[in-house]
């Protein structure tokens, strides 16, 4: 999560970023965040939930207080049951990745600025330039988004192989 500006000392903006790192592919998100509070981080991850659920398991969040609220661990992991982790405080080796999409995404939006003024679209236009962007070292020269692309064909097989047998032995118990 990306903080906000004490702009001057005239109005406090709480407004912030949700960044999302896929571990195993380095596949980054991003979705504005109006602040983060619990039905605010609620419906921000209500828009990434829309857009990659299909993919998504279980997460792994820092320690903020946005990610602890009980409203929005109940909306994550009773509603759309999905799993979620905490980072052991003091270790940096567990947000290697994070830190460093983190910093890449300060190219875009230097450290200090507001993201009040930030839209949804010009978000996705920045997630969509870092994730075609090659990763010489950790993904081989492979750029994140060819890599997700085929590990979420690859997993929408296996669920789909998995809905069928599921629905089989129904059939059979029912017999």
Do not use: C
Request: charged share 30%; net charge positive; no cysteine.
């Amino acid at each position: 999560m990306l903080p906000m500006k004490h702009n001057n000392g005239q109005y406090q903006d709480h407004s912030a970023i949700m960044t999302v790192v896929e571990h195993k592919t380095r596949f980054y998100a991003l979705v504005k965040v109006k602040s983060k509070q619990s039905k605010d981080m609620i419906e921000a991850f209500k828009l990434f939930y829309e857009r990659y659920g299909k993919a998504v398991r279980t997460i792994t969040a820092d320690n903020g207080s946005e990610f602890i609220s009980w409203d929005f661990l109940e909306y994550v992991q009773k509603e759309l049951k999905i799993k979620l982790y905490y980072r052991t405080p003091s270790s940096p080796q567990q947000r290697g990745s994070s830190e460093n999409r983190n910093g890449k995404l300060r190219d875009w939006f230097p450290k200090g600025i507001s993201f009040k003024p930030v839209r949804q679209q010009q978000l996705d236009a920045v997630v969509d330039k870092m994730n075609a962007m090659s990763m010489r070292i950790v993904l081989q020269g492979k750029s994140p988004i060819e890599l997700f692309d085929k590990e979420y064909k690859t997993m929408q097989r296996y669920r789909r192989a998995y809905e069928k047998r599921k629905m089989i032995k129904r059939s059979h118990n029912h017999k």
